[in-house]
């Protein structure tokens, strides 16, 4: 038994969170690309599209606990890595994708995020934010992020003509897979065992 366990290796779980009120929202396209991707490097995936699944104003003292507010958490909950999807907003990520990471915050550690941003200016001060929030709740994030500009990356028909940005898609879904599976696989490991000199600590039950 123990050894069938050494030799199943267990799928990553990558969660996609798309957080566009447009209807035809290209993050939330882009997001919808990489998914198929990650799910071709072996990992099952999930989508929480914001749009259609439209959270409460985050409350501390009274948070409401819709169906919506409930699917939201069982999908973080399942989740081993999280890829964020936001326009550009005035240079930051959109209200309903902050409002979305105010309900977490200790279900962030040890999981691994990827963040892709629909700007006319590379998003990089929205992708900046995006890696603090995650930062401050102890998740790790991908070194680089997807940036689209729905103008020239996009043609009519609304598919990629960008060569490289297909390439960094591709670059994207693989490395979340593998590096999302080392740091989870880690951090599982660290709350299992009794060592105590890892932030892990801080989270076992
Ligand atoms: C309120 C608002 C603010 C915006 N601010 C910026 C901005 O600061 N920089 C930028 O490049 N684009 C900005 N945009 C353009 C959007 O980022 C762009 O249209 C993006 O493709 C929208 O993403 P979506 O298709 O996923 O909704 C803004 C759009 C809106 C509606």
Same mark, same amino acid.
């Given at each position: 038994m123990a050894q069938w366990r050494l030799?199943?290796?267990l799928r990553l779980k990558v969660l996609g969170v798309g957080s566009s009120m447009n209807k035809e929202s290209f993050s939330t396209? $882009? @997001? +919808?690309?990489?998914?198929? =991707?990650?799910n071709q490097n /072996?990992? /099952?995936? +999930?989508?929480?599209n914001l749009n259609n699944t439209p959270l409460p104003i985050y409350n501390h003292n009274d948070s409401p606990e819709t169906i919506h507010v409930n699917q939201a958490v069982d999908m973080v909950n399942w989740a /081993?890595?999280?890829?964020?999807? $936001?326009?550009?907003?005035?240079?930051?990520? !959109?209200?309903s994708l902050k409002n979305f990471l105010d309900y977490f915050w200790s279900e962030f550690a040890g999981k691994t995020f990827g963040c892709i941003c629909a700007s006319h200016e590379k998003g990089l001060t929205v992708m900046d934010q995006m890696r &603090?929030?995650?930062?401050?709740?102890y998740g790790w994030s991908l070194p680089y992020g997807i940036s689209i500009n729905s103008g020239q990356d996009f043609n009519e028909k =609304?598919?990629?003509?960008?060569?490289? @940005?297909l390439v960094r898609l591709d670059y994207f879904a693989r490395d979340l897979v593998v590096y999302g599976g080392l740091i989870r696989e880690q951090f *599982? *490991? /660290? @709350? *299992? !065992? &009794?060592?105590?000199?890892s932030y892990a600590? =801080?989270?076992r039950e």
């Open positions: 030799l199943v290796k396209e $882009t @997001l +919808k690309i990489v998914l198929e =991707r990650v /072996d990992a /099952d995936t +999930k989508l929480l /081993d890595a999280i890829i964020l999807a $936001t326009p550009d907003y005035h240079g930051s990520m !959109s209200g &603090t929030v995650i930062r401050q709740c =609304r598919e990629i003509i960008n060569e490289s @940005l *599982k *490991k /660290d @709350l *299992k !065992s &009794t060592i105590n000199n600590v =801080r989270y």
